[in-house]
């Protein structure tokens, strides 16, 4: 009974192992969009799997490698003017015209993919960004289509898929006063959250400032004296 398990489980690893293989054989079909915000300009890359490309503008998809590579750069034209009509960029519900920069495809080995550079400008600081991407769905239900978005005070990620096309977010900007306010606010909610805590502070510290003579209670005179009397307490408190 337990060779019969042992076999078994190993007929099941052989199986996932040989799954796995052929999915690697025929290529990851993943895409990455990762895009950086600067005031109302995008920039970033495009990357795509080479088998992905070809598939797309329905060449032979068994040929790999460097011949697979020239064929496609001789497709190039073909393949930008696919990409721009499956991408699309809004900020703020108003579209952020885009388009692939001038700089020829890149060749990335490793991952046997290639890199498009993108730019883009929105009319508008944007606060919220819309991606809409139909690359490879329709031809690849399977396909996950990863973005990463980058502004001046977070980084959203996420995934596309055939069901899920498009994904709105927020975006933030860098504005000095904005986030000077932020903070200030910040503190004085805490502040108020901890006010018994600030009063019974003040009640510790009154006497390092005020003495009381007379019946009433005047300024403690130079200020080497408040200090003598402030530093034991605080040093205590903290």
């Known amino acids: 009974m337990i060779r019969a398990a042992m076999r078994s489980l190993l007929l099941a690893v052989a199986a996932v192992v040989c799954v796995a293989t052929s999915a690697a054989a025929h290529g990851a079909g993943t895409s990455q ?22 598939w797309a503008l329905g060449r032979d998809t068994t040929q ?21 009509r499956t991408l699309a960029l809004a900020g703020d519900s108003l579209a952020c015209p885009l388009e692939l920069t001038a700089a020829p495809l890149e060749w990335l080995p ?17 606060t919220r960004l819309r991606i809409g991407n139909e690359w490879m769905f329709d031809l690849d239900p399977t396909h996950r289509a990863y973005f990463s978005v980058v502004d001046a005070r977070a980084t959203s990620v996420g995934v596309l898929r055939a069901t899920l096309r498009s994904v709105t977010f927020t975006v933030r900007q860098f504005h000095f ?21 600030v009063l019974f502070l003040l009640a510790l510290l009154m006497p390092t400032v005020l003495i009381r003579e007379g019946g009433a209670w005047r300024p403690r005179p130079g200020i080497a004296a408040a200090v003598r009397v402030a530093a034991p307490l605080l040093a205590a408190f903290a």
């Open 33 to 54: 969009v990762t895009l950086r915000l600067d005031g109302a300009r995008i920039e970033g890359e495009w990357e795509i799997h080479l088998r992905d490309a070809r």
């Open 64 to 84: 790999v490698g460097e011949g697979a590579l020239r064929d496609l750069r001789a497709h190039e034209p073909e393949l930008r003017a696919l990409l721009m």
């Open 177 to 197: 006063g904005q986030i000077a306010s932020e903070f200030l606010l910040d503190g004085v909610r805490h502040l108020w959250l901890r006010l018994d805590y």
């Open 110 to 126: 490793r991952f046997e993919e290639v890199r498009f550079h993108l730019i883009a400008r929105c009319p508008n600081e944007p």
